[in-house]
């Protein structure tokens, strides 16, 4: 009996809005697999952030258990220090580390955060954090060879923040186009049993682009010559989809799945102009222009809490014994910090607007906290209002994104779908993000390790 194969597909920031429902009828190879196979809302990691989320649904580990919050992690109590996520910061195991203990032959294309790279049973290409492509990038160093002869100078990102959004497009699509070419390459000359990608480019035509086709979005602007942008580009990789499943058999099973949704972004909330109002936050002396709230002069012996921004909002407290300049009384830790939760929670909008504050303690969400998680994770407006964490802007609410053009937030919701050639299913279902890397294993034929935190979606799926 031949062994089943699994292509995972993975495109980041999907939403089931868009993928099930308006682009549906424009994506024949995703529409036919929905028929035949399982499908549904993928509920993402908090905080649904592209770094933790693909190694939450790799490892079937919480954020807290991996000690990823994001891209960034304050380093040791630090008032500035940081350190950037990557591959090293991963200790938990993947499912590709335990299906190479079983003598799987595994191929991985951009799975984030995949750099430095690191030796697996098969062949790698780092994400999108790799600096540039003038150092090692792949395993075994000589597959970067293989690719530059094959695609000359392979696109790891792109710098989507930009106003130049006609050479931003060409990028994006030279981008996919070779990275498609390059997995074309291995599904065909390499004898893999598990192949996974991540195309970061859907993440990116979602951040410039979305202003353009939501007719929803308070900047859009309708009849704008980069309205169909978007469903060009679900076009153009469902039909990139197609030529994969062109190139793969009936013992092939296809799982395409995104870390987490997109949607509108209907501002950012300077949320260190905030604390400034509300007294948590002093400044030795005002700042005349936007500033890092890394380079402002903070007088710590006054502060109570500051915060950083990005998709959602990370507070820290001033806690005496753990921060240098600590002002919070350790007894009174649970007190301050449930009060600035409060306070947080009925933050309204602009116009005086009813917003749903989300409000999270670490240790609510995670059986475990490891690394240097914050004191507070919150999504402002359900994550529709970005977290700005610069100062100097003499307002609390920006129209847009502090650190460069950005259309886009991130959701909750992914997708998932599930297609076996062998097999029609037609039916719906919803998953968690920790569910994927079980299910993963027990359609290889594989246990399922007791210390993973999701299941086997439907049992009866091998």
């Not at 092939?252 to 936050?281: P, Q």
């Not at 599930?418 to 719906?428: E, Q, S, T």
Request: aromatic share 10%; glycine share 8%; charged share 30%.
């Amino acid at each position: 009996m031949k062994d089943k194969r699994i292509l995972v597909i993975g495109l980041d920031s999907a939403p089931p809005e868009l993928v099930f429902d308006r682009f549906l009828d424009k994506m024949p190879n995703m529409k036919k697999m929905m028929g035949l196979g399982i499908y549904g809302k993928l509920r993402s990691c908090d905080p649904p952030i592209t770094i933790p989320a693909w190694t939450v649904m790799m490892t079937s580990k919480s954020p807290g258990k991996l000690g990823a919050y994001g891209f960034r992690h304050r380093k040791k109590n630090s008032y500035k220090d940081a350190w950037i996520a990557s591959s090293q910061a991963i200790r938990e195991r993947a499912v590709w580390d335990i299906l190479g203990d079983h003598g799987k032959k595994v191929c991985l294309v951009g799975v984030p955060p995949s750099y430095p790279p690191k030796a697996v049973n098969g062949w790698l290409i780092s994400c999108f954090i790799t600096p540039d492509t003038n150092r090692d990038y792949t395993y075994p160093v000589e597959l970067r060879k293989e690719i530059e002869e094959l695609v000359g100078n392979y696109l790891i990102d792109v710098e989507f923040r930009t106003d130049e959004k006609e050479g931003l497009l060409r990028e994006i699509y030279e981008m996919t186009e070779k990275r498609f070419k390059v997995i074309k390459h291995l599904i065909k000359t390499r004898d893999w049993n598990f192949f996974m990608f991540v195309e970061i480019g859907l993440d990116r035509i979602h951040h410039a682009f979305w202003k353009f086709f939501d007719a929803e979005h308070h900047l859009h602007q309708p009849k704008n010559r980069f309205e169909d942008t978007i469903q060009n580009y679900y076009q153009f990789l469902d039909k990139g989809i197609g030529d994969l499943l062109s190139l793969i058999d009936e013992d092939t099973l296809v799982l395409v799945v995104s870390d987490h949704g997109a949607k509108r972004m209907k501002g950012a909330f300077c949320v260190n102009e905030w604390l400034i109002k509300r007294g948590y936050l002093t400044l030795k002396k005002n700042v005349e222009k936007v500033t890092d709230i890394e380079d402002a002069e903070i007088d710590w012996s006054k502060t109570i809490a500051w915060g950083w921004g990005g998709y959602y909002a990370r507070i820290f407290l001033n806690l005496k014994g753990r921060e240098e300049q600590g002002v919070i009384e350790p007894k009174d830790y649970d007190k301050v910090r449930e009060s600035l939760a409060e306070e947080i929670r009925q933050i309204r909008g602009p116009n005086g607007e009813i917003w749903d504050n989300k409000v999270f303690k670490p240790e609510e969400l995670y059986e475990e906290c490891r690394g240097d998680p914050p004191d507070l994770m919150v999504y402002f407006d359900d994550l529709y209002w970005r977290s700005a964490g610069t100062i100097g802007h003499g307002t609390l609410n920006l129209p847009e994104n502090d650190t460069g053009p950005d259309d886009a937030v991130h959701a909750q919701d992914g997708v998932f779908l599930l297609y076996d050639p062998k097999k029609k299913y037609g039916k719906r279902v919803d998953a968690n993000i920790l569910d994927i890397a079980p299910t993963i294993l027990h359609l290889m034929g594989l246990p399922v390790p007791s210390d993973m935190e999701g299941k086997v979606i439907v049992e009866d799926l091998g």
